[in-house]
């Protein structure tokens, strides 16, 4: 029996008179890389604002493991489980790629400001736990030997990378993607389905895709959903989705 | 200049100037956070002297509503300086919440924030009147009993003699500027500070709660404001509610001068400008606050970012 780990029901963000997302309803199982794709302005980019608490919906319900959190804020949804990377990359250029990741555990750690300032043992040896962790997420990007390098200073892949090892810091349940091959050259895209399943196994994820190249989205999800003009037109396994009449017409219509 | 006034003027200046770069980096925090300067921060540090003064127990005078009023107790002037801190801290924490916080909410336009911070520095300014009176108080020279009122730095010949207030504020204000930098470079804390004051928006999507920093944020910037306040009520008087209001325009041309939200920026735009007022001949003591003005315009004209700050690429 699978089990729901995230699921929106009828969900609806207006802005103003534009209807971005509009009653979409699905469930996304636990252990699967399921897929987001649609025209551009399908409003997929607007429903991982929504599951992420950036944005909250007209209407409709976002539930996480069976616990309604519509309304919570960002951190608080952060904190239960879910993880995400941005289209255009988000790093903390200032800082260190060392920092960036150890940032992302905050919420895993206990110590208060204050026992921060003094410097108690327990405090202390939070801080290098949390620094350890975070050196043992660079070094499975292979960034580790740049640890203390500044974010911005680093090449574009490394950066796509960086983030990654940032969202897997916060220890999430569920890994929301948001086109992670934008930008990648066909050399880094040829392994990026590799780098998904790979990390998918080793932290027990639920993968949540957003990304235009239809073959790596067949070849890679389990499960599809198709967003057109707000709407979900399709849902289902590569094969029922690449058959679907909506579907084509969608991005056929899109494209003539 | 003689040497020896030079050297006593440098020493002033450097005090005078590390009061600046402290009450400065409370606009800096705050900006480097939300974008946006608190133009009550000039209050805050006034409040943060009154309460001081209230604290080591003196006397308020016979205006205001605490005519005459006095604490049955006195502290320790140390332990009265970081209470009357703390106490400003609070006032900070409740700026943010009635002036900042609500317009926050909204996703209200930063420039009417601005101006809900200046009229809270009005109601704060009129509040002290109100209570305490229009007049100015000084610190009782007791204060700092057992202190020399002066030291000696020369010889007897050649006299370099220092107040021993200036020494006590220089100490005073370079242990706050190591403790807060190292507190945002070396902590957990201060490195969620920074990741928010880059990106906000992400910072929380990664589980950090950013309404609460920012409320850290405005009690740390109250409470080196307060702290401020009082070693400038130490150093010369509190002239009174306005006190804090003149100073806070220099505190917005330090940095300015520094560079926006740059904290080695307003620290170093401090020193610059409390040695150059206390570099100008004694003949032209009158235009002393004109000084920082004329610095700032002359290095705008020159590096629009500030000194240190970074210059903004505009992307076409």
């Given at each position: 029996m699978p089990e729901t780990i995230l699921e929106v029901t009828g969900i609806t963000?207006?802005?103003?008179?534009?209807?971005?997302?509009?009653?979409?309803?699905?469930?996304?199982?636990?252990?699967?890389?399921?897929?987001?794709?649609?025209?551009?302005?399908?409003?997929?980019?607007?429903?991982?604002?929504?599951?992420?608490?950036?944005?909250?919906?007209?209407?409709g319900k976002l539930f996480l493991m069976g616990q309604d959190v519509t309304?919570?804020?960002?951190?608080?949804?952060?904190?239960?489980?879910?993880?995400?990377?941005?289209?255009?990359?988000?790093?903390?250029?200032?800082?260190?790629?060392?920092?960036?990741?150890?940032?992302?555990q905050h919420v895993h750690t206990s110590s208060g400001v204050f026992s921060g300032i003094i410097g108690t043992p327990k405090a202390r040896r939070e801080e290098r736990h949390v620094r350890e962790q975070a050196l043992h997420l660079l070094d499975m990007v292979n960034l580790a030997d740049r640890a203390e390098t500044v974010a911005r200073n680093f090449p574009y892949g490394d950066q796509r990378r960086l983030e990654i090892a940032r969202a897997l810091a916060l220890q999430p349940q569920v890994l929301l993607l948001d086109e992670p091959g934008a930008g990648m050259n066909p050399n880094e895209k040829?392994?990026?389905?590799?780098?998904?399943?790979?990390?998918?196994?080793?932290?027990?994820?639920?993968?949540?895709?957003?990304?235009?190249?239809?073959?790596?989205?067949m070849g890679l999800c389990d499960r599809i959903a198709v967003l057109n003009f707000g709407q979900l037109i399709a849902l289902g396994n590569p094969a029922q989705v690449q058959a679907d009449p909506a579907v084509i017409e969608a991005y056929l219509g899109d494209e003539g | 200049m003689e040497l020896t006034t030079l050297l006593q003027q440098l020493i002033n200046g450097l005090s005078i100037g590390s009061v600046y770069a402290i009450f400065a980096l409370g606009y800096t925090l705050i900006f480097s956070i939300l974008g946006i300067i608190n133009f009550a921060h000039g209050a805050v540090f006034t409040m943060?002297?009154?309460?001081?003064?209230?604290?080591?127990?003196?006397?308020?005078?016979?205006?205001?509503?605490?005519?005459?009023?006095?604490?049955?107790?006195?502290?320790?002037?140390?332990?009265?300086?970081?209470?009357?801190?703390?106490?400003?801290?609070?006032?900070?924490?409740?700026?943010?919440?009635?002036?900042?916080?609500?317009?926050?909410?909204?996703?209200?336009?930063p420039l009417l924030t601005l101006v809900s911070s200046l009229g809270m520095a009005v109601a704060l300014v009129n509040l002290i009147q109100y209570f305490v009176g229009a007049e100015a108080y000084s610190y009782p020279s007791s204060v700092l009993a057992g202190l020399p009122p002066s030291i000696n730095f020369g010889t007897p010949e050649k006299p370099l003699i220092v107040r021993t207030v200036q020494i006590v504020i220089a100490i005073i204000s370079l242990i706050i500027l190591v403790g807060l930098t190292l507190f945002i470079n070396k902590t957990k804390t201060g490195r969620a500070l920074r990741a928010v004051s880059e990106d906000g928006t992400t910072a929380s999507l990664l589980g950090i709660n950013t309404d609460r920093l920012i409320v850290l944020t405005f009690f740390i910037s109250g409470f080196v404001g307060g702290i401020a306040?009082?070693?400038?009520?130490?150093?010369?008087?509190?002239?009174?509610?306005?006190?804090?209001?003149?100073?806070?325009?220099?505190?917005?041309?330090?940095?300015?001068?520094?560079?926006?939200?740059?904290?080695?920026?307003?620290?170093?735009?401090?020193?610059?400008?409390?040695?150059?007022?206390?570099?100008?001949?004694?003949?032209?003591?009158a235009y002393k606050d004109a000084i920082a003005f004329a610095i700032l315009f002359i290095v705008l004209l020159v590096r629009p970012q500030g000194i240190l700050g970074r210059a903004q690429i505009t992307k076409v």
């Open positions: 963000r207006r802005f103003g008179g534009l209807i971005a997302v509009n009653d979409v309803s699905f469930a996304v199982q636990r252990d699967e890389i399921f897929g987001l794709i649609g025209p551009n302005g399908a409003g997929k980019t607007t429903l991982f604002n929504l599951i992420t608490g950036l944005t909250h919906p007209s209407s309304h919570q804020r960002p951190h608080q949804i952060a904190a239960k489980g879910i993880a995400r990377t941005f289209q255009n990359i988000r790093l903390f250029g200032n800082l260190t790629a060392l920092e960036n990741v150890m940032v992302a040829a392994g990026l389905s590799g780098f998904i399943r790979e990390v998918k196994e080793k932290f027990a994820l639920t993968v949540v895709l957003i990304e235009h190249n239809v073959p790596m989205v | 943060g002297a009154y309460f001081t003064y209230a604290l080591i127990g003196s006397r308020f005078g016979f205006n205001g509503i605490f005519a005459n009023a006095q604490l049955p107790f006195g502290l320790p002037f140390p332990l009265a300086l970081i209470a009357g801190g703390v106490l400003a801290g609070l006032v900070g924490v409740l700026i943010e919440r009635t002036t900042f916080r609500p317009l926050r909410r909204r996703g209200a336009d306040g009082t070693l400038v009520g130490l150093s010369v008087t509190i002239t009174g509610p306005y006190f804090g209001i003149a100073f806070g325009l220099k505190g917005l041309a330090v940095i300015v001068l520094g560079g926006m939200g740059n904290i080695p920026g307003a620290v170093l735009g401090g020193l610059v400008i409390g040695i150059a007022e206390n570099l100008l001949p004694a003949s032209a003591v």
